[in-house]
């Protein structure tokens, strides 16, 4: 698997409003659509990942991708934090719900990790180390992916066996 994020129309790879264009959209499944069939040829697969500062942006977004370019070799990684901005974190839990109901189905991998908000921007961490509540995505995995790839992201070496600890411990509920 080859994975990438959707970046930003601007050689900057910074966020500024055209990110969330249509125009940008197309743009980007246009551009995209000879790579996957080049994966194709190849027997690779390319997951994309949806960050909220980038082109694609929210798991509606994704999938208009993946249904425009109609293919099995487009898979998706799924970072929840990444979905997330400040507008909308209040209300996390239903943008993760939203984005497992459209796209888990096609996600190969996982990120975990958490966040807390800052100043008007999230902040990712170690999981255990924010406010997110980890119940929907583990219950995602437990009923349909129970072997899916997860990677432990904003880890660092004093906290990540705690943090892999700490998700083990979020599993004992469900």
């Known amino acids: 698997m080859v994975g990438t994020e959707t970046g930003a129309p601007n050689e900057e790879y910074r966020y500024e409003p055209a990110c969330h264009t249509e125009e ?3 743009t980007f499944i246009k551009n995209l659509r000879p790579v996957v069939e080049c994966a194709e040829k190849f027997g ?3 997951a994309i990942e949806p960050v909220w500062s980038h082109i694609v942006y ?3 977004r994704a999938l208009k991708v993946l ?3 109609g293919s099995p070799n487009l898979r998706i990684i799924l970072d929840p934090v990444n979905l997330l901005s400040a507008e909308n974190s209040e209300h996390y839990e ?3 719900a939203e984005a497992i109901e459209d796209l888990g189905g096609y996600t190969d991998v996982l990120h975990m990790k958490d966040f807390v908000v800052e100043d008007d921007r999230i902040v990712s961490g170690a999981p255990g180390t924010g406010v997110m509540k980890y119940d929907v995505i583990l ?3 437990k009923r349909e992916k129970p072997y899916i790839q997860m990677t432990i992201e904003d880890s660092r070496p004093d906290n990540a066996e705690w943090s892999r600890k700490f ?3 979020c599993t004992a509920d469900l």
């Open 44 to 46: 690779v697969i390319i």
């Open 94 to 96: 239903q943008v993760i």
């Open 24 to 26: 940008a959209l197309q």
């Open 58 to 60: 929210n798991s509606k």
């Open 67 to 69: 249904k425009a370019i």
């Open 139 to 141: 219950d995602f995995v």
């Open 167 to 169: 998700l083990e411990s």
